[in-house]
């Protein structure tokens, strides 16, 4: 069983910053692509950025310059760093990764529970 546990959110005012990380942990042979992904009240969920185990990254536009995302293949653990935030962040952030299991000839893709980042005005 592999699980990704996030931590880092919380309550913050426009113009602030908050760094989000996600860890996964269990049985596997390899982790290969993760990111974040956003689900605001209301919205569908979307995607915030993503980082390749060899540390290639594709963000949205909405984040882009502002979110960098970064990678410890060592630790199988990402992180978010989120600067400049505006209220329009504001949502539950989930983590997601794409997983090689032990036995498996493809990846398993796995979500977390999510955090929640409030930014207030």
């Known amino acids: 069983q592999v699980q990704l546990v996030e931590s880092g959110g919380g309550l913050v005012q426009a113009g602030g910053s908050l760094r989000l990380s996600c860890a996964a942990s269990?049985?596997?042979?390899?982790?290969?692509?993760m990111g974040w992904y956003r689900q605001a009240p209301g919205k569908q969920r979307e995607l915030v950025a993503t980082?390749?185990?060899?540390?290639?990254?594709n963000y949205a536009d909405s984040v882009k310059g502002r979110f960098p995302i970064s990678r410890d293949n060592a630790k199988n653990t990402i992180y978010l760093q989120m600067n400049g935030l505006k209220p329009e962040d504001t949502a539950v952030y989930y983590c997601?990764?794409?997983?090689?299991?032990?036995?498996?000839?493809?990846?398993?893709?796995?979500w977390g529970k999510g955090t929640l980042v409030t930014v207030s005005s």
């Open positions: 997601n990764a794409e997983v090689r299991t032990v036995g498996s000839f493809r990846d398993i893709e796995y």
């Open positions: 269990g049985i596997f042979n390899q982790v290969n692509n």
């Open positions: 980082i390749t185990r060899y540390g290639n990254t």
